[in-house]
Nanobody, 135 residues
Framework: QVQLVESGGGLGQPGGSLRLSCAAS????????IGWFRQAPGKEREEVSC????????YYADSVKGRFTISRDSAKNTVYLQMNSLKPEDTAVYYC????????????????????????????WGQGTQVAVSS
């Protein structure tokens, strides 16, 4: 059974940290592009961070760049989102998604670049985990 399960959400303090996990079953995460997206109340779903299959090239939205880190543990078939320096505006439901036919990283300016893609391009989604940042 193909499944993505997020965990690790909860209440965080401004300036604090949380680590989200996205555990996959039924398929190998290494061969899929993985994205973290979030949706705050009354707002559209937005991209947060994504990692390419195989090479693990990463992308971060400007709003989280320098604060969040995406990583993948192949042995555990799990992708993580380490969130540091939390802000109240990080409050949202966080979703992980996996896609098998996403665009490959692009090479320009001397390096490879990856991105998050439109949600409809991802094949599998988790149920979401709530993150609330408040003092």
């Amino acid at each position: 059974q193909v499944q993505l399960v997020e965990s690790g959400g909860g209440l965080g303090q401004p300036g604090g940290s949380l680590r989200l996990s996205c555990a996959a079953s039924g398929f190998p995460l290494d061969y899929y592009g993985i994205g973290w997206f979030r949706q705050a109340p009354g707002k559209e779903r937005e991209e947060v961070s994504c990692i390419s299959p195989n090479d693990g090239i990463t992308y971060y939205a400007d709003s989280v760049k320098g604060r969040f880190t995406i990583s993948r543990d192949s042995a555990k078939n799990t992708v993580y989102l380490q969130m540091n320096s939390l802000k109240p505006e990080d409050t949202a439901v966080y979703y992980c998604a996996a896609g098998d036919h996403l665009p490959t990283p692009a090479y320009y300016s001397g390096s490879f670049h990856y991105s998050c893609y439109a949600p409809e391009l991802y094949d599998y989604w988790g149920q979401g985990t709530q993150v609330a940042v408040s003092s």
